[in-house]
């Protein structure tokens, strides 16, 4: 009978001190959020390589199925376009229809000088491979075109 008590009270006091641990899922997947996110920073770093090898489509990264001088000029370009002071991502959604799985993230660029705000800028990024998010598609009309600059709030 003594054993049993001492079962019981180890038992019991063993589920005491568990604990739960409650993991918040975060607003965004983070792959692709952070191919938006890792691409911001290599753009105003203007780190081509790092830009090259998160560009591309379903046949893999830019920078390795693209002729190297093509690559590099047209990552300089998107370079000097995306140059900003902070960014925001403010939005995240599935493309529908899309040939291979895609999301687009709407962000806002606070442009050098920390005055004019570019708002929702697309960034749409593929599932190229099953670990390997690559942007694919870039709003940059919204950034070289006036009428879609205004001055921060």
Request: glycine share 6%; with cysteine.
């Amino acid at each position: 009978m003594k054993r049993l008590t001492i079962w019981c009270v180890l038992l019991m006091s063993a589920g005491a001190c568990t604990s739960q641990t409650v993991v918040r899922q975060p607003e965004f997947p983070v792959a692709p959020a952070l191919t938006v996110e890792r691409f911001l920073q290599a753009a105003n770093s203007r780190d081509l390589n790092t830009m090259s090898r998160l560009f591309g489509d379903q046949d893999g990264p830019f920078g390795d199925t693209r002729n190297r001088v093509t690559v590099e000029l047209r990552m300089d370009a998107l370079s000097e376009i995306l140059r900003h002071d902070d960014y925001d991502i403010i939005s995240e959604r599935r493309v529908a229809g899309a040939e291979f799985p895609s999301t687009r993230f709407g962000v806002d660029l606070l442009l050098p000088g920390g005055v004019t705000m570019v708002r929702d800028v697309g960034f749409t990024v593929l599932l190229e491979s099953p670990n390997r998010w690559l942007v694919h598609v870039i709003e940059v009309d919204k950034v070289t075109l006036t009428e879609n600059v205004g001055r921060r709030n």
